[in-house]
């Protein structure tokens, strides 16, 4: 079994993290001349996921987006290779990647009106509540009128 020395590892490690950086920086670079890449669609509808083997990676957000640029792969690639020198592309691919349903937050139900026998019973009871919290709660209940 091979043991490495601890400083040796963080050594390698450093490394491993220069080169994710490294490229991570690259992508976001090339994010950034991606509205010269592809003047027709904005910023927003589409991003460079990866840079490798000489393989340019979009992702769109819309199926139909990736098929419009389907229709402009050719163009995508002299552009890339043009603006992109040192990443030696050859491919362009594609991906959708559908973006997130936002749910919208359940509007709370209105409470609804008591009766004035339920006020009347409530307001007996809060003088013998100890706790605060429930005690302005049932207050509040008993001396509004929700939906006059």
């Known amino acids: 079994m091979l043991l490495m020395h601890p400083v040796q590892t ?6 491993i993290l220069k080169n994710i950086v490294s490229h991570a920086e690259a992508i976001v670079k090339v994010n ?5 890449i592809l003047p027709e669609i904005s910023n ?13 990676s979009l992702v769109v ?10 229709f402009m792969t050719n163009e995508i690639l002299a552009k890339a290779q043009q603006l992109l020198p040192k990443y030696w592309i050859k ?4 991906y959708v ?9 359940r509007q709370p139900l209105p409470t609804p009106m008591l ?17 605060k919290k429930l005690k302005l709660a049932l207050e509040s ?4 009128n929700y939906f006059s």
Do not use: D, F, W
């Not at 927003?44 to 340019?56: D, M, Q, R, V, Y």
């Not at 491919?91 to 594609?94: A, E, F, L």
């Not at 990647?97 to 937050?105: A, C």
């Not at 009766?115 to 706790?131: D, E, F, L």
């Open 10 to 15: 963080i050594v390698n490690c450093s490394s």
């Open 32 to 36: 950034a001349i991606l509205p010269q």
């Open 44 to 56: 927003n509808n589409c991003k460079i996921a990866n840079i490798s083997n000489g393989t340019l």
């Open 61 to 70: 957000y819309s199926p139909a987006m990736r098929h419009q640029l389907r």
């Open 91 to 94: 491919n362009v691919k594609i």
């Open 97 to 105: 990647q559908e973006t997130p349903i936002v749910e919208t937050k």
């Open 115 to 131: 009766s004035g026998n339920a006020r009347q019973h409530i307001s007996g009871i809060i003088p013998i509540i100890t706790n």
């Open 141 to 144: 209940l008993a001396t509004h």
